[in-house]
């Protein structure tokens, strides 16, 4: 940047970057004189050079005096700053003094800021980058067949500083004035409706925006190129688009439809109306994340926005209908009212987790969501809060770059997780009394984790924050133990202990207690709750008769509170009737499952009484229930594979036994009466057949027939359907070999929306040579895969074999330096994905330290603690291998008892 700015002295320095000293933080934060009144902005990118000039005036109210403007400016060099002052320059630059690690710039004036109103004005220079962050470019082939670019931005969470010199923190909340100047042939967009367009000389356009609502950095947003649009208007009356690359409009017409019946939703649940005149939503060729809610144009993937309305899979529908239900749940959680600083993401992040689902079941009640929450969301969130490298909701964050860290399950899932413990225990209409408090009462400004329990107690009636701090203060869960059930004439007299849960079983020397919220029932029907906060406790369970021995006893009811449950025997054998009967409800018969894994890994449990439980699921007809059972099933193939091999074929011939009789019922045939959740199902157990016997000559006949039609017209959405189409390309993969992965690359070349793409390149490492897997792992980081992408191929490579996962891991040391350079300026959680799919697989602890010892020698910040949980999984997965083998599985005649 020194070049830019000759006349500057430039020198690293940390003057402006003053840490709070107050208890509750040592955040790095700006430090200036004035606060902020708004920001008119102008952009002008260059195509051709992949550039962009621009210019902004900030206009702040000066309180003190000062010479020196303190901003944050990445990767842009800045060509003049001055102050002006009732209409006249007062003060002029003198020197710029950039901190590169902090990524700031210190702004010297020749004299001090008058007090008052006044304007920062500066003019710079960017780059139009290919790192899909801050203002940047993607690449899409228009209708012609022609590689074209546009451009687009990625602001959250630090990279507004990208595009342009401001201050960058999610408090420092201004008014936007956006104008951007590009070739007239080409659309602009931003958060507000165009104001005004100005034809200029040189084929070029300046267009004017409104000025958008007092709002964050990282909420500006704007997209330049061709595109084509569909819209609506809701029945509140904001009118609705959804932009798509030239050629794509109808994919759009399903997440508009979403789209419009989600926006009057959260306008009645929120008792705000949406504030803004219009709300669009982008497919982005090229995007590091999954959506970005930028207020009033939300940015997407394309495969989390698009789709095909003949041939879209039920996963994929509710894919974008769970994307687009999240977004808009931002445009109050998180746009209306946002976090004050970083380390209440969760605020914006675990709400939106929660609205996503509370709002698609609204939409389409048959799927079931909260339901399907119980295998997916809250599983995912348990599985990762159960590590010792954890962190708790509320994390501590003191420099902003840290915030990388924790866009994760716990901020996301656990963050819905306890939110919708926090509906159940108030009620939906207290629940929601307190959130339209909280809107109305901090709209347009700031808040902490405090001020939502305050609002949400004023309305209960409840002691919210008590009950809470647990849950978002502290990291982890606790396991509920039952100690010993005593059965009286009218009730179960439970004598139970809480402690932290751990997932490999250590016993930490820390001795948390949670304010526990414990919902139970019977299979009776009884009901009950009770709030406990003791580490050890008793609780009452009304029954109606002692006497029978099938009546069961499912304590966290509804899967509804963060934690697992351990059971005496015999009320686990009360439940595992219940799951045969299933008059234990499907959510529960995943969670219990779920419960016992978890157990059984972290050593609590014996695998032997899992592999039992397990039995019971024989005749399960939940989907619900049946990806539980997925989990568990391929989550014991990771760490089993790599015992005995007849031990390994023993537990094989178990799981095909298990799968085979459902398999078998909902076949490969689609009916009429499937529903959503029909297909869903088939899709799970056909993907189970696929592991656990992928050499039957009748799975791979009936990939084999549905693949070659898929290769001779993939238009035709009668070839395969979309649900079942991933698993038959992987089985193809694997039973073909070369030929097929020929034919996945056609595939993927000519695929017609990004959800076709994603599967061919999940399929294409799946073909079991070593030479096809090193041209698929070379071909992801040649440039041919967007880089949003590269960790796909990745994926499947080491997911089709031990085998493919040394192959890729061997890839990924020898090739380290060269990936992360691809992916240096983009998310870390692309890096995360790429380590994750190349090594999170391993189940020893020679690998754990060799996994350890290599990124020991990388410089990786942004990335330590995601590693630091894969070595985690590592290490835990190869103790619970050992104890595995020890445990009685390999005893002569186990197997055939559970038969």
């Not at 027939?705 to 698993?727: G, H, I, M, T, Y």
């Not at 020698?857 to 103790?879: C, D, F, V, Y």
């Amino acid at each position: 940047y020194t070049t830019l700015f000759r006349s500057f002295v430039v020198y690293h320095t940390t003057a402006h970057s003053i840490p709070m000293s107050d208890e509750l933080s040592q955040r790095v934060l700006l430090h200036n004189v004035f606060t902020l009144l708004r920001y008119d902005l102008q952009l002008e990118p260059d195509f051709s050079r992949y550039t962009f000039n621009g210019t902004v005036r900030i206009s702040v109210n000066v309180t003190g005096e000062s010479n020196t403007i303190n901003l944050h400016a990445k990767e842009l060099g800045i060509m003049t700053a001055a102050f002006e002052h009732a209409g006249s320059v007062v003060c002029k630059a003198v020197a710029m003094n950039f901190h590169l690690e902090d990524t700031t710039v210190a702004i010297v004036l020749d004299k001090n800021m008058p007090v008052g109103e006044g304007h920062i004005v500066i003019t710079f220079v960017g780059q139009l980058n290919n790192q899909m962050a801050g203002f940047y470019r993607s690449s899409y082939t228009a209708i012609n067949g022609e590689k074209r670019t546009m451009a687009s931005t990625q602001f959250e969470a630090l990279d507004a500083r990208r595009a342009f010199p401001c201050v960058d923190e999610p408090a420092a909340k201004a008014v936007f004035g956006a104008t951007l100047v590009i070739p007239a042939h080409l659309t602009a967009l931003s958060n507000m409706p165009e104001k005004e367009t100005q034809l200029l000389p040189g084929d070029l356009k300046r267009v004017l925006f409104c000025d958008t609502p007092k709002m964050s950095t990282y909420l500006l947003a704007f997209c330049v190129g061709e595109f084509d649009f569909v819209q609506t208007t809701s029945e509140h009356g904001v009118q609705i688009r959804v932009y798509t690359p030239p050629g794509k409009a109808d994919q759009g017409r399903f997440s508009l439809s979403c789209a419009a019946r989600t926006l009057d939703l959260y306008d009645d649940f929120f008792g705000m109306p949406y504030p803004l005149p219009k709300l669009d939503m982008i497919a982005i060729p090229e995007f590091a994340m999954g959506a970005m809610e930028n207020w009033g144009l939300v940015t997407y993937r394309e495969i989390e926005l698009l789709i095909d309305a003949d041939k879209a899979s039920p996963q994929q529908r509710q894919r974008v209908c769970i994307v687009v239900t999240h977004e808009l749940a931002h445009q109050w959680f998180g746009n209306l009212v946002t976090m004050a600083w970083w380390c209440d993401l969760w605020l914006n992040e675990g709400f939106a987790s929660f609205m996503e689902n509370y709002a698609a079941d609204k939409l389409f009640p048959d799927w079931r969501i909260w339901e399907q929450f119980t295998a997916d969301t809250y599983a995912d969130a348990l599985s990762l809060d159960a590590l010792v490298s954890s962190h708790p909701i509320q994390v501590p964050i003191n420099r902003a770059e840290e915030v990388e860290e924790v866009f994760d399950a716990i901020s996301y899932n656990k963050g819905a997780c306890v939110v919708r413990m926090l509906h159940r225990l108030l009620g939906e209409d207290a629940f929601r009394a307190g959130l339209q408090l909280y809107m109305k009462r901090h709209a347009y400004s700031n808040t902490e984790t405090t001020d939502l329990w305050v609002a949400l107690g004023e309305a209960s009636q409840v002691d919210v924050k008590t009950i809470m701090a647990s849950w978002t203060e502290l990291k982890g869960f606790p396991l509920l133990r039952v100690l010993d059930a005593t059965w009286g004439d009218d009730c179960v007299t439970l004598k139970m202990s809480q402690s932290w849960f751990i997932a490999d079983g250590t016993v930490q020397p820390e001795k948390p207690v949670w304010r526990v919220p414990i919902f139970a029932a019977t299979s009776e029907g009884t009901q009950i709750s009770v709030l406990v906060d003791q580490p050890e406790f008793t609780v009452k369970v009304p029954i109606k008769s002692s006497q029978s021995a099938s009546t069961w006893i499912k304590l966290n009811y509804g899967q509804f509170t963060p934690a697992h449950v351990a059971y005496t025997p015999d009320l686990l054998t009360r439940l595992a009737g219940g799951v045969r009967d299933q008059t234990l409800p499907a959510e529960d018969r995943a969670g219990l499952l779920q419960d016992m894994y978890a157990l059984t890994k972290a050593g609590a449990a014996d695998v032997a009484t899992l592999l039992r439980l397990l039995v019971a699921y024989g005749n399960e007809t939940s989907s619900t229930a049946w990806d539980a059972v997925f989990s568990v099933l391929t989550s014991l193939d990771t760490v089993l594979r790599c015992a005995d091999p007849a031990l390994y074929q023993a537990f094989v011939s178990f799981a095909n036994s298990l799968i085979a009789p459902t398999v078998a019922r909902v076949g490969w045939i689609p009916s009429d009466a499937d529903g959503h959740l029909g297909k869903l199902l088939r899709a799970t157990m056909i993907s189970l057949a696929s592991i656990f016997c992928p050499e039957d000559p009748t799975l791979v006949t009936a990939a084999r027939e549905r693949f070659d039609a898929l290769v001779a017209d993939p238009s035709n959405p009668k070839a395969c359907p979309n649900e079942l189409r991933a698993v038959v390309l992987r089985i193809a993969a694997r039973a073909l070999g070369m030929p097929a992965r020929a034919a996945l690359l056609k595939l993927y070349e000519t695929a017609q929306t990004a959800a076709e793409r994603k599967m061919a390149l999940l399929a294409i490492g799946r073909v079991p040579l070593a030479e096809a897997m090193h041209l698929t792992l070379d071909w992801a980081v040649s440039g041919a895969v967007k880089l949003q992408d590269i960790m796909y191929p990745m994926m499947s490579v080491s997911g089709g074999s031990l085998a493919g996962l040394e192959l890729c891991w061997t890839y990924l040391q020898t090739h380290f330096d060269a990936i992360r350079g691809l992916i240096a300026k983009a998310s870390p959680s692309l890096l995360d994905s790429v380590i994750e799919a190349s090594c999170g697989s391993f189940v020893t602890t020679a690998r754990a330290d060799e996994v350890e010892a290599f990124f020991a020698s990388k410089t990786l910040p942004l990335n330590q603690r995601s590693i630091a949980q894969l070595i985690e999984n590592i290490r835990g997965n190869a103790q619970f291998l050992a104890a595995a083998i020890s445990g009685g599985i390999a005893a002569p005649g186990f197997w055939e008892s559970l038969k």
